[in-house]
């Protein structure tokens, strides 16, 4: 049996701060279901880390005791396994009929829910904006449910990616005052905008879009979540374009 050391210890414990991920090359995920994940992913799993009955085929899994896995957790109630990945080489957008784009989404809960929700729908790529939340912080992490490992996700300069696009490109964005979403025709390929969970879009980012949608709502609330307004969006695209 091979124990985790008190220097892997300190490592994963420091990865849960943006600075040593980058540092290290480094992320880590917990539970039973994402370290399986992980394993099966491609991704390269550096090591494993249990104080309960886990075997992965080739990839050393370190034993501790409960009350060090509790240390290391990122969690109130430590899973149990915990496996530490290295973060992959950043690839360029790849082909899709949907490119989803954010711009400073500030809450892990949401990013990890929109990633997931566009992994669900057939988004292969998503390009987020330089000050969005980290997409490999834990609780990001946790809230793509896995997700992450199958989902291209960018780092780059929003007006950049929009240079680069071919001219014809529609850009949508949701809106309070744009078209009914299902009264507008949906062309691909195509880019959707989600902004900010407050102050939404910037005018910048705004003046770069060509159709504002509008989400119909029967209720009184005056606007969606991001994260559901990204999944009623993403799901009415991919209707209309299967």
Do not use: W
């Not at 090359?25 to 394993?39: P, Q, R, T």
């Not at 969005?132 to 929003?158: E, W, Y």
């Not at 014809?168 to 390929?189: C, M």
């Amino acid at each position: 049996m091979i124990s985790l050391t008190k220097k892997e210890e300190k490592l994963i414990v420091s990865l849960q701060q943006k600075k040593f991920r980058k540092v290290e090359g480094l992320f880590f995920v917990e539970g039973v279901k994402m370290v399986e994940e992980a394993i099966s992913s491609g991704f390269n799993v550096k090591f494993i880390v249990s104080c309960v009955d886990f075997e992965a085929e080739g990839v050393e899994v370190k034993h501790c005791d409960d009350r060090t896995m509790q240390r290391i957790s990122a969690f109130k109630t430590a899973p149990g396994v915990l496996a530490v990945v290295q973060i992959p080489a950043e690839s360029k957008a790849a082909d899709s009929p949907i490119t989803l784009v954010a711009e400073k989404i500030q809450d892990p809960g949401n990013l990890g829910t929109i990633i997931r929700t566009a992994d669900a729908l057939g988004v292969k790529t998503m390009v987020c904006s330089l000050d969005c939340v980290d997409h490999f912080s834990p609780k990001v992490v946790q809230a793509t449910m896995g997700s992450i490992f199958r989902m291209n996700v960018i780092i780059q300069d929003l007006f950049q990616f929009i240079e680069e696009l071919p001219p014809t490109t529609p850009i949508y964005a949701a809106h309070l005052e744009g078209d009914n979403l299902y009264e507008t025709k949906i062309t691909a390929p195509c880019v959707l905008v989600v902004g900010n969970e407050s102050q939404g879009m910037s005018d910048e980012l705004t003046a770069k879009v060509t159709k504002q949608l509008k989400i119909p709502m029967a209720g009184e609330a005056e606007s969606f979540n991001v994260s559901i307004a990204t999944a009623i969006i993403l799901g009415e695209f991919s209707r209309q374009l299967s």
